[in-house]
């Protein structure tokens, strides 16, 4: 046995905080113990193996980086904040638990996520100032001056009362890159003063007049930040006379025309029935595994941890087997079990079909007896092995009894002797148990 | 940019230059990676972890204390999400089983993967404090401010580890491969 101090002196060397002269002493104690020789000799191995360190996917950075252009760019504490902090001792970041709790934005009307965010930038991007306020309501001046390459402030006139459907109808006539130039001399103040002097009918008036194409060039145009206040600017009421005036066909292309992490975020404004709705009707089976392979595993959590338990189960009970199976693919482990859950039996076996050994074990092993009986069957002898190995006396029994005659005697003898007692008397109960079941059903009187 | 210290990174990035962030990701996303893969054990989930640890570090930079050292405060923000990541894998019923088959012997012969595998048979304290020495050599003071532990306790923790992943690994037939 090394003595403690020895061990210390051997471990310090190994990690190289020891001075010469004790490098010297372990060296000496190398040479004349053999068991702090092996000591040495392993400690020494084992730093070798550790010290490896593991290949960067490469994916990595660009993931991040993607992730963070969409955030806002940390503020720098102020004095006074960073004493606060001191004294109060806010925690570090690795103590903050994130609370990412839903927003309680349920709009009946807002049948897309998407088309509430297209529509709200919309009204700041485009919109014009009111022709019902008399005192500052604004026009167009001439249809051919926004046909001129140079758009001035001049240009926009601020001038008397005008009817919004003439108004409308000049605002049509100029070009999609008219529309979005002016818009984009104004600030955002400025177009949200302008759209507060309109009411909600004239609003919707003005946007029915400009096509989706000219939508979603404005939405481009504008940045996140802008989009978010703008969104968050405009009344649920507007918004749902604003969608009732879009045609189906403009809200799949906005939708389509959007990036996956918008999508992402609008989608999560919309209730449980809608966002099942939406993701069936809008998202292709390509557009789904994308949408889940490209969030951050952050992205991921806090869009699961805003849906409920009925809103995941309807999302999944939208998505055809192959979609599901496509989408399990791209997840990480615990996103894949907490998938699968809730998926029925041939969908089950469809994705297991798709999965890497050790990841089908670890789904097999959360089936109910029935499921795992038929996932069973669907199995490789090998698996079969090492799945039933892992099995409780229960799940033995149970699958035992759910299996033929001649597999049930095949694995029957790998149940270890001192299990079997218990094992056969638990598929006993079970068939019982079972055939009772199916008599009573049988009979009707169940 | 690359030559800039961290503290110099962290402040252009507080002042709006997110490819300061950029460079500080690419210093030490090797380190921040292996110390969520030899954590958790899968590639997958260690990627996941170590973006997730990126975009917390960059949520709440504004409260890094520059007297201290980035990369301590980094793998802090590394070990914290890992042990998240393997107590959430916990509460989904043990999926460290689940990757393990029944006769203790995983499918591919990879010398990396069955030292990998050894280490997971850790627990999660060996595990952190073997980790963190090895993912930059950190001197015990360092890896102790970075688990909350006394220095001497790091000290006695890495030797047991290392005695147990010793153990581990002879029987997992390793020894020839030192």
Redo the contacts between chains.
């Keep these: 046995m090394i003595d403690q101090t020895i061990r210390d002196l051997v471990q310090s060397e190994v990690d190289g905080v020891n001075g010469p002269a004790e490098s010297a002493r372990v060296q000496a104690l190398v040479r004349e113990s053999a068991e702090v020789a092996g000591l040495y000799n392993d400690l020494k191995a084992i730093a070798g193996v550790l010290h490896q360190s593991a290949a960067v996917p490469p994916t990595l950075k660009p993931a991040v980086m993607r992730a963070v252009e969409r955030m806002p760019v940390p503020r720098r504490l102020t004095l006074l904040q960073r004493v606060f902090n001191i004294i109060a001792h806010t925690p570090s970041p690795v103590e903050v638990v994130m609370s990412n709790r839903p927003k309680s934005v349920r709009n009946r009307v807002a049948i897309t996520g998407v088309a509430l965010g297209v529509i709200a930038l919309a009204y700041f991007t485009f919109f014009y100032p009111s022709p019902f306020d008399d005192e500052a309501a604004g026009t167009i001046g001439s249809v051919k001056k926004y046909r001129s390459e140079q758009i001035s402030a001049n240009d926009v006139q601020i001038a008397g009362a005008d009817a919004t459907e003439a108004a409308a109808q000049r605002f049509a006539r100029i070009s999609a890159s008219d529309k979005a130039a002016l818009a984009d001399r104004m600030n955002l103040e400025e177009r949200k003063a302008m759209l507060d002097r309109m009411g909600v009918a004239q609003r919707a008036a003005l946007y029915a007049s400009t096509s989706a194409t000219e939508r979603i060039a404005a939405w481009d145009r504008v940045s996140m930040t802008d989009r978010t206040k703008a969104l968050a600017a405009v009344p649920v009421n507007e918004k749902a006379s604003m969608v009732d005036r879009l045609a189906m066909t403009d809200r799949v292309k906005a939708f389509n025309a959007l990036p996956v992490a918008e999508k992402a975020q609008l989608v999560d404004r919309l209730a449980a029935a809608e966002k099942a709705e939406v993701f069936q009707a809008y998202a292709s089976t390509e557009a789904k595994a994308t949408l889940a392979a490209n969030s951050s595993v952050t992205e991921r959590a806090a869009a699961a941890s805003k849906m409920t338990a009925e809103a995941k189960a309807l999302v999944a009970e939208k998505m055809v087997c192959t979609e599901r199976a496509k989408a399990l693919d791209r997840m990480p482990a615990e996103a894949k079990i907490s998938m699968w859950d809730r998926m029925p039996a041939e969908a089950k076996i469809s994705a297991l079909d798709r999965l890497p050994r050790t990841e089908k074990l670890a789904m097999l092993d959360r089936l109910p007896a029935e499921g795992r009986g038929i996932l069973f069957a669907s199995m490789s002898v090998e698996e079969r092995m090492s799945s039933f190995a892992k099995m409780s006396v229960d799940q033995k029994a149970e699958l035992l009894g759910s299996l033929p005659l001649e597999e049930r005697a095949f694995l029957g003898s790998k149940v270890p002797v001192e299990m079997r007692t218990a094992v056969d008397g638990k598929t006993a109960e079970f068939e019982s148990r079972t055939a009772s079941d199916a008599e009573r059903s049988a009979r009707g009187t169940d | 940019m690359i030559h800039l210290g961290d503290n110099e990174l962290v402040q252009r990035?507080?002042?709006?230059d997110?490819n300061a962030?950029?460079t500080l990701?690419?210093r030490y996303?090797?380190?921040v990676?292996?110390i969520a893969?030899?954590m958790l054990g899968?590639?997958?989930?260690?990627?996941?972890?170590?973006?997730?640890v990126?975009?917390?570090?960059?949520?709440?930079?504004?409260?890094f204390d520059t007297r201290y050292r980035f990369f301590s405060?980094i793998y802090?923000?590394a070990h914290?999400?890992s042990v998240n990541?393997i107590e959430?894998?916990s509460r989904?019923?043990?999926?460290d089983?689940?990757?393990?088959?029944?006769?203790g012997h995983?499918?591919s012969p990879d010398l990396?993967e069955i030292?990998q595998k050894c280490?997971s048979q850790l627990d999660v304290n060996h595990r952190s404090v073997?980790v963190l020495?090895?993912?930059q050599?950190l001197?015990?003071e360092e890896i102790a401010g970075i688990l909350g532990i006394p220095a001497k306790t790091v000290?006695s923790r890495?030797?047991s580890a290392?005695t147990i992943?010793?153990q581990i690994?002879s029987r997992e037939g390793l020894a020839d491969?030192?």
């Design positions: 990035t507080l002042g709006g997110r962030f950029g990701v690419e996303q090797a380190q990676f292996t893969w030899r899968v590639r997958e989930e260690a990627e996941d972890v170590a973006q997730a990126y975009l917390k570090a960059y949520e709440k930079l504004n409260t405060w802090r923000i914290n999400e990541a959430r894998r989904m019923q043990g999926l089983e689940g990757l393990e088959s029944a006769d995983l499918e990396p030292i280490i073997l020495k090895y993912v050599d001197p015990y000290k890495l030797f290392r992943l010793r690994m491969h030192d």
